[in-house]
């Protein structure tokens, strides 16, 4: 699981976040919420080690990881699927999979590439052709087999509906819904309400760089005037 206490971040002196404070159990999916710019990318690139914290503690699992590289974060059993997704365009699905298994051999887990082609099929279908040759669709799917097969203990999604179509979201959605059940710990950043409720099982809202609002998905749907006023959306 993840702990997070009084995390201060960001870039150049400047302070984005500002003491944050957030707890993700395993087996739990915290959809981030927040307007523009309040620092949810930050907070994840900051967990993630991509980004060093001025003060703060990070916990996976119990095990202080803030200020640690990420390459170290990662063997911590963290993984990232990235905003923009960022295969490596010149090498095949297959290729992609291969050396993200390769990486992570140091954390043996349940994933492997074979479980990830179960996952999304599509891939499967598509292990010859290179990253750039791959829609959004399919592209958003490999970055989430190369985060799963790092086997990690917490998964930070930093919003995966960005750029696809609806039809496409929903594909993604059954894919992250087909991970229940894993035992893994997730932060969903997603401006996309209605993947954010569908996905998620706790709300945190991120205000002026701190979580000031946390409840289960199921209450924060019904509590429309709380959602108006913390994110600007009925
Ligand atoms: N590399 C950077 N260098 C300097 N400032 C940055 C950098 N990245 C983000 N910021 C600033 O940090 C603040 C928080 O940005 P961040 O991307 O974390 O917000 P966000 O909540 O993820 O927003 P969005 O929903 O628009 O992606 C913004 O004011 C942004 O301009």
Redesign the pocket.
């Given at each position: 699981m993840l702990s997070v206490r009084d995390l201060r971040a960001?870039?150049?002196g400047?302070t984005?976040l500002d003491g944050v404070d957030l707890t993700v159990p395993a087996g739990t999916v915290v959809a981030l919420l927040?307007?523009?710019?309040?620092?949810?990318?930050?907070?994840?690139?900051t967990v993630m080690g991509m980004l060093k914290p001025y003060s703060g503690s990070i916990r996976i699992d119990g095990r202080e990881l803030a200020g640690a590289a990420a390459h170290t974060v990662a063997r911590g059993g963290v993984a990232i699927v990235p905003?923009g997704r960022r295969a490596f365009a010149p090498l095949t699905v297959e290729e992609n999979l291969t050396i993200a298994a390769r990486a992570s051999r140091g954390r043996p887990g349940p994933w492997t590439t074979k479980r990830v082609y179960e996952l999304m099929p599509r891939l499967a279908e598509r292990r010859g052709n290179r990253g750039d040759q791959l829609s959004g669709g399919e592209q958003q799917m490999l970055a989430i087999g190369r985060a799963l097969l790092r086997n990690p203990r917490l998964l930070l999604l930093?919003?995966p509906s960005d750029g696809l179509a609806p039809a496409v979201v929903d594909l993604i959605a059954g894919v992250l819904e087909g991970l229940r059940g894993e035992g893994i710990a997730a932060v969903l950043?997603e401006?996309d309400l209605h993947l954010a409720f569908r996905l998620a099982d706790e709300v945190a809202v991120?205000q002026k760089g701190r979580i000031v609002h946390r409840s289960s998905t199921a209450d924060f749907r019904q509590d429309r005037r709380r959602a108006h006023s913390l994110l600007g959306v009925g």
């Open positions: 960001g870039y150049a400047t984005v927040g307007r523009n710019g309040v620092g949810k990318t930050t907070f994840v690139h905003q930093d919003e950043v401006q991120m």
